[in-house]
C-alpha cells in the first residue's frame, strides 16, 4: 500500500535551527557522529538545518526530524547529520567529484561506538539504474542487510520508503537552493548537483534499510527513534 505523502510535513529552516540545538544536547549519538565528521572537518550548519514532522501510520505516532548539513572548505567531501526527537542519529558523508557525487560513508552510533561503512555508487545502485522503483529498492536493501543492521538504543516508530525518499529530496534541494550553497556555487554547477537527487534519496533508503526494526527490515530514516511528538525541542 502506498503511504499518503501528507503524512511527511516540511516545517523548514526556521525552526530546524532550535530543535538541531535542543535535541543534540540531549543526544550522546548525535554528538558521537558530529565529533566524527569533524575529522573529516567537516562542521555543523545548524542555522540551514531542515525539520519535517513525520506520521506513521503503522505505528499511528509522528516524530520530527532534522537534517543538518555538514561543510568544509573541502568541497569533494560534504555531510549530513539526521536526528529524530527521541535522539537516534545517523550521518552520512558524501564524496563528489566535481559536482558528482561518488560513493558515501555512513557513520551511525551503537552502544556508545562509532561505526563506518564506506561504499560506491555502483555498489548502491548495481548494473544499472532500474526502471521499476520497487526492484531498485529490493536491491538497496540487500545491500544495506549484507553490510549488517544497527540497532537503535531507543523505541523505533516505522517510516516508509516513500516518506524517505520525500525527505531527502526535499532537504536536498532546499539546501541547494539556500544563500550558502548561491555563495559557494555557480548557477550551473547548482543545476548539476541537483541530479544527484535521486543518488540522494537512494542513499536515505539505505540508511533506512540498515536500522534494526523496521518494516522493511532495515533504516536512516526507516526507523526512528522516538518519544511523544511534542513541541518541546523548538521553543
Same mark, same amino acid.
Given at each position: ?71 568544509? =572548505?573541502?568541497?569533494? @567531501?560534504?555531510?549530513?547529520? #539526521? /536526528? +529524530? ?9 558524501? *564524496? ?63 517510516? =516508509?520508503?516513500?516518506? @524517505?525518499?520525500?525527505?531527502? #529530496? /526535499? +532537504? ?9 550553497? *548561491? ?53
Amino acid at each position: 500500500m502506498g503511504v499518503d505523502m501528507h503524512t511527511t510535513h516540511h516545517l523548514g529552516a526556521d525552526l530546524g535551527a532550535k530543535f538541531f540545538y535542543n535535541v543534540t544536547e540531549l543526544s550522546d549519538e548525535a554528538k558521537l557522529l558530529s565529533k566524527a565528521m569533524g575529522k573529516y572537518n567537516l562542521r555543523a550548519q545548524p542555522d540551514r538545518s531542515q525539520l519535517f514532522s513525520v506520521y506513521s501510520p503503522d505505528s499511528k505516532a509522528a516524530i520530527a526530524i532534522s537534517i543538518t548539513p555538514f561543510s568544509g =572548505e573541502d568541497r569533494s @567531501v560534504e555531510g549530513g547529520l #539526521s /536526528v +529524530s526527537e527521541g535522539g537516534h542519529a545517523q550521518a552520512v558523508i558524501v *564524496r563528489l567529484k566535481g559536482t558528482v557525487i561518488t560513493g558515501f560513508i555512513h557513520l551511525t552510533a551503537t552502544n556508545g561506538e562509532l561505526l563506518e561503512s564506506e561504499h560506491g555508487i555502483d555498489e548502491l545502485r548495481g548494473s544499472g539504474d532500474q526502471v521499476d522503483m520497487v526492484v531498485r529498492d529490493r536491491h538497496i536493501q540487500a545491500i544495506a542487510e549484507r553490510v549488517g543492521k544497527v540497532k537503535s538504543a531507543r523505541p523505533l516508530i516505522e517510516i =516508509e520508503p516513500a516518506q @524517505v525518499r520525500s525527505m531527502a #529530496s /526535499v +532537504s536536498y534541494n532546499r539546501l541547494l537552493g539556500d544563500d550558502f550553497s *548561491r555563495s559557494v556555487h555557480s548557477g550551473k554547477e547548482i543545476e548539476e548537483l541537483q541530479s544527484n537527487t535521486s543518488i540522494v534519496s537512494e542513499i536515505g533508503l539505505f540508511v533506512l534499510f540498515r536500522t534494526d526494526g523496521s518494516s522493511c527490515c532495515s533504516c536512516s530514516c526507516s526507523c526512528w527513534g522516538s518519544s511523544s511528538c511534542s513541541s518541546s525541542y523548538v521553543k
